[in-house]
């Protein structure tokens, strides 16, 4: 099964959306393999969203992600990866489908809080940067007889 990282951001947190926003990938079937709350360094920040290192958008997201608290969970299901990202609609969430997490609770690109790993190969890095090996969880559902045929 695929896995993937989510977070929701220190705007979800302020917004009390964590309970929320967790629930969503919980009720679809996605298992929650590792779970906890982080206040992110500068340093993790910069590691995590090193793709866009000097872009115009950079520092204000380094300093958006490291602004509060954030809920990191590694999911795991069925195409993981893509399930979540359909799951929290487009970055801007003034252009995300109605319903997606972005497009339900979100105004501003700059605040869309939460966050999806976009390919197997992003997710299995970002895991590695939030979680230690012992952090992340197997065990079994009895439900997961009920979730896949
Ligand atoms: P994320 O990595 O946070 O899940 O978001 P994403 O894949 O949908 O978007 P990405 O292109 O990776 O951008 C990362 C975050 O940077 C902010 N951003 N601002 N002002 C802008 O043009 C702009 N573009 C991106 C967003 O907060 C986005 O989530
Ligand atoms: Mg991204």
């Not at 929290?88 to 966050?115: E, S, Y």
């Amino acid at each position: 099964m695929e896995r993937t990282y989510v977070m929701v951001k220190p705007d979800g947190v302020q917004r009390n959306l964590i309970g929320e926003i967790i629930s969503r990938f919980e009720k679809k079937g996605l298992k929650i393999v590792g779970l906890k709350m982080l206040h992110i360094s500068r340093e993790l920040a910069e590691r995590h969203y090193g793709e866009h290192r000097g872009k115009p958008f950079f520092e204000p997201l380094v300093d958006y992600i490291t602004s509060g608290p954030v809920v990191a969970m590694a999911l795991e299901g069925k195409d993981a990866v893509s399930t979540a990202r359909e799951m929290m609609g487009a970055t801007n969430p003034l252009k995300a489908a109605q319903g997606t997490i972005r497009g339900t609770f979100g105004m501003d690109i700059g605040r869309n809080v939460v966050h999806g790993s976009d390919s197997v190969e992003s997710a299995a890095r970002e895991l590695a940067l939030f979680f230690a090996p012992g952090e992340i969880i197997e065990y079994k559902r009895d439900i997961d007889n009920w979730i896949y045929e």
